[in-house]
């Protein structure tokens, strides 16, 4: 049925039941957002759940830099919006966690990916002041589109650095744990959180650890209750280890090769933002970007 064909009646019926279901699964203090009137009542559900999630997450990583960095926590924050999108950017900044970034984006207008009735792309990133941790990055893009299909994607994992692989595995452990309880093929998505698609630069693509999973590409999860409760749980059980390790790890001692794994971990990430990354080299603005992912500093 398309949308001219839609009596009034009928589509303010629409909109209430989807405005009911909303209500009904996050309660009397409900967030809705405008763009959830185009949704069925199901999704828009899972849409609101999707926002409380989003928030937790931030609450969860915020806290820990607050904790962390102590009273040098400084935070900044930026919020653009334009024909093609909006992008709320944070970013903790102090002795601990390094930079630490996160952004939430509402896509208006796609460059590289379809059309869509709502969309949210929530992405945090970690850059430790200590060497003996990597970068961490935790994504989660939800789509739902107008021929009634839906999108769930992201990516959890590390980046290769001077990282031991006691870390790497406890933090490996942790996830396949959720793995396991849903029936999911572990090291499939850990393989794919390693390769970079065939369109992309292969020279400057990020060197992860192989450690969480990657969830894009070819058959891509969508939008159900199973498929959501085992993303949220991987997402947060991945991000909760991290900053585990990164709370043990944060006064350890470490030596200049260390540091130098460090600055060429750094620069891969920052050539693979440049270079090969979709989102921040045709999507996003630059003012943003390089605000919530960049390294605090990168040698050449």
């Given at each position: 049925?398309?949308?001219?064909?839609?009596?009034?009646?009928?589509?303010?019926?629409?909109?209430?039941?989807?405005?009911?279901?909303?209500?009904?699964?996050?309660?009397?203090?409900?967030?809705?957002?405008?763009?959830?009137?185009?949704?069925?009542?199901?999704?828009?559900?899972?849409?609101?759940?999707?926002?409380?999630?989003?928030?937790?997450?931030?609450?969860?990583?915020?806290?820990?830099?607050?904790?962390?960095?102590?009273?040098?926590?400084?935070?900044?924050?930026?919020?653009?919006?334009?024909?093609?999108?909006?992008?709320?950017?944070?970013?903790?900044?102090?002795?601990?966690?390094?930079?630490?970034?996160?952004?939430?984006?509402?896509?208006?207008?796609?460059?590289?990916?379809?059309?869509?009735?709502?969309?949210?792309?929530?992405?945090?990133?970690?850059?430790?002041?200590?060497?003996?941790?990597?970068?961490?990055?935790?994504?989660?893009?939800?789509?739902?589109?107008?021929?009634?299909?839906?999108?769930?994607?992201?990516?959890?994992?590390?980046?290769?650095?001077?990282?031991?692989?006691?870390?790497?595995?406890?933090?490996?452990?942790?996830?396949?744990?959720?793995?396991?309880?849903?029936?999911?093929?572990?090291?499939?998505?850990?393989?794919k959180a390693c390769e970079a698609s065939p369109d992309q630069n292969h020279t400057y693509h990020r060197r992860s650890a192989c450690v969480g999973g990657g969830f894009?590409?070819?058959?891509?999860?969508?939008?159900?209750?199973?498929?959501?409760?085992?993303?949220?749980?991987?997402?947060?059980?991945?991000?909760?280890?991290?900053?585990?390790?990164?709370?043990?790890?944060?006064?350890?001692?470490?030596?200049?090769?260390?540091?130098?794994?460090?600055?060429?971990?750094?620069?891969?990430?920052?050539?693979?933002?440049?270079?090969?990354?979709?989102?921040?080299?045709?999507?996003?603005?630059?003012?943003?970007?390089?605000?919530?992912?960049?390294?605090?500093?990168?040698?050449?």
């Amino acid at each position: 049925m398309s949308a001219a064909s839609i009596s009034p009646s009928t589509m303010f019926i629409w909109i209430a039941l989807a405005m009911f279901a909303v209500a009904s699964a996050k309660g009397a203090n409900a967030e809705t957002t405008p763009d959830m009137a185009k949704l069925t009542p199901e999704n828009a559900a899972l849409a609101a759940r999707a926002l409380d999630f989003m928030d937790k997450m931030n609450d969860i990583y915020f806290d820990a830099a607050d904790r962390l960095n102590g009273d040098q926590n400084r935070i900044e924050e930026q919020f653009i919006d334009n024909d093609s999108g909006t992008w709320d950017t944070k970013v903790a900044r102090g002795p601990v966690m390094e930079k630490a970034g996160r952004i939430l984006t509402v896509v208006k207008k796609p460059t590289f990916q379809p059309e869509s009735l709502w969309t949210r792309y929530f992405v945090m990133t970690v850059h430790p002041k200590t060497p003996l941790v990597g970068i961490m990055q935790a994504s989660l893009i939800i789509q739902f589109y107008p021929d009634g299909t839906s999108a769930l994607m992201g990516v959890i994992d590390v980046m290769v650095t001077a990282m031991s692989q006691e870390d790497l595995d406890e933090i490996k452990r942790a996830v396949e744990v959720v793995y396991q309880a849903h029936g999911v093929d572990g090291e499939k998505h850990r393989r794919k959180a390693c390769e970079a698609s065939p369109d992309q630069n292969h020279t400057y693509h990020r060197r992860s650890a192989c450690v969480g999973g990657g969830f894009f590409g070819r058959e891509m999860m969508s939008v159900n209750e199973e498929n959501f409760n085992f993303y949220t749980e991987a997402y947060q059980t991945f991000v909760e280890a991290y900053l585990n390790v990164l709370e043990r790890r944060k006064d350890d001692t470490y030596t200049e090769d260390d540091l130098a794994a460090q600055d060429a971990m750094r620069k891969n990430w920052f050539e693979d933002r440049l270079f090969v990354d979709p989102n921040t080299t045709q999507f996003t603005p630059y003012e943003t970007w390089s605000l919530y992912s960049l390294p605090p500093t990168v040698k050449f």
